[in-house]
């Protein structure tokens, strides 16, 4: 019972301690010096704290879109994008800014 307990209460530690210093994380496609499809829609997605709401501002249009964090902490928006230009700036937040820069829209070829 004893080892149940310590067991618990290290994960519970464990668990405050990844969230309490939390910020939205990017995997490694969505980053500064991006380039994105031109006159579509494109998923911008990451992880955060369970629960918390997600925004992604674009430079080029200035619209928010919110998404909320799940359970296993990942989230996910579609976001418009415009003519071919830049350079732009995309903004996410969870409550502390991780600010994308250099973001390119223009014809992407897989």
């Known amino acids: 019972m004893r080892h ?3 067991t618990v209460f290290f ?3 464990s668990l405050f301690a990844l969230t309490a210093g939390a910020k939205v994380k990017l995997p490694a496609l969505v980053g ?3 380039v994105l499809q031109r006159n579509t829609t494109v998923n911008v997605w990451g992880w955060a704290a369970p ?3 997600v925004r992604v ?3 080029w249009n200035g619209k928010t879109y919110t998404a909320r964090a799940a359970a296993d902490s990942t989230w996910k928006v579609q976001v ?3 003519e071919a ?3 732009y700036q995309l903004t996410i937040t969870d409550g502390t800014p991780v600010v994308l820069k250099n973001v390119m829209l ?3 070829w897989v």
Request: aromatic fraction near 4%.
């Open 57 to 59: 501002t674009p430079s």
């Open 32 to 34: 500064d010096d991006m």
């Open 11 to 13: 994960s519970a530690l």
């Open 85 to 87: 230009g830049g350079p």
């Open 4 to 6: 149940f307990i310590r």
């Open 106 to 108: 223009g014809e992407v």
């Open 51 to 53: 629960g918390s709401t």
């Open 80 to 82: 418009a994008t415009g």
